[in-house]
């Protein structure tokens, strides 16, 4: 079994529903990521968590909302999609010296 | 300006071509650096750390220049299988220098080798 788990790896959504992505790890580890990768702009941060009480924003975070149910699960949830929210999505674990694991990915379509 | 800015390329070199891409960050305080490798349509995985005395891994080299605040990475002798995307990563700093750990991605450098 992979370290890191995203679920579900491909899906095709409309415009205004909600979505949500899912990740858990075996790691153990305390801190993980939401990603967004879109060509020619490389990776972006979504939110990031150091801990179950502890949620952060990163840098387009609009749009988008998280919930760390337990160390192992972190979960990204569009409210209501729009097509520009199309892209491959990341979740990442970060262990010692800040070195991040990433899960496969989950490519989102919006129509 | 971006936080972390790589030269997106494409390269294009032949088998056996030594190539060099170089990355600039933004933030002085930045204390952690790395390069990961990224295959069409998967995820990122480290390739290496850089340390601030340099440091080779096989055919790759990585260097850190903190005083022009770019790093690079250098591979030699390249093979096909190096064909890939490559992505400067450096960790930002919060206030009063403390690391939050949260790490910043350049755009990544495409690769491709031919033979």
């Known amino acids: 079994d992979a370290d890191v788990t995203q679920t579900p790896r491909n899906r095709i959504t409309k415009t205004g529903k909600r979505i949500m992505l899912e990740c858990s790890q075996t790691?153990?580890?305390?801190?993980m990521y939401w990603y967004r990768q879109d060509p020619g702009l490389g990776l972006r941060l979504i939110y990031y968590?150091?801990?179950?009480?502890?949620?952060n924003k990163g840098e387009i975070s609009d749009g988008y909302s998280v919930s760390r149910q337990a160390q192992a699960k972190f979960s990204l949830s569009l409210e209501s999609a729009i097509p520009n929210q199309t892209a491959l999505y990341f979740c990442?674990?970060?262990?010692?010296?800040?070195?991040?694991?990433f899960g496969a990915g989950s490519r989102l379509t919006v129509l | 300006r971006k936080e972390v800015e790589q030269d997106p390329g494409p390269f294009n070199v032949p088998e056996g071509a030594t190539v060099a891409f170089n990355c600039t960050y933004s933030?002085?305080?930045?204390?952690?650096f790395f390069w990961y490798r990224q295959d069409c349509r998967k995820e990122p995985k480290l390739l290496m750390s850089?340390?601030?005395s340099g440091n080779e891994d096989g055919r790759f080299t990585a260097q850190l220049n903190r005083a022009s605040q770019y790093i690079s990475l250098l591979i030699r002798d390249s093979k096909l299988s190096d064909s890939a995307t490559y992505l400067c990563?450096?960790?930002?700093?919060?206030?009063?220098?403390?690391?939050?750990?949260?790490?910043?991605f350049g755009q990544g450098t495409i690769l491709t080798v031919h033979p």
């Open positions: 850089v340390y601030s």
């Open positions: 990442a674990t970060q262990g010692g010296a800040n070195v991040l694991t």
């Open positions: 790691k153990g580890h305390d801190r």
């Open positions: 968590s150091f801990d179950v009480k502890d949620i």
């Open positions: 990563v450096v960790n930002s700093i919060g206030a009063g220098g403390t690391s939050y750990g949260k790490l910043t």
């Open positions: 933030n002085s305080a930045s204390q952690s």
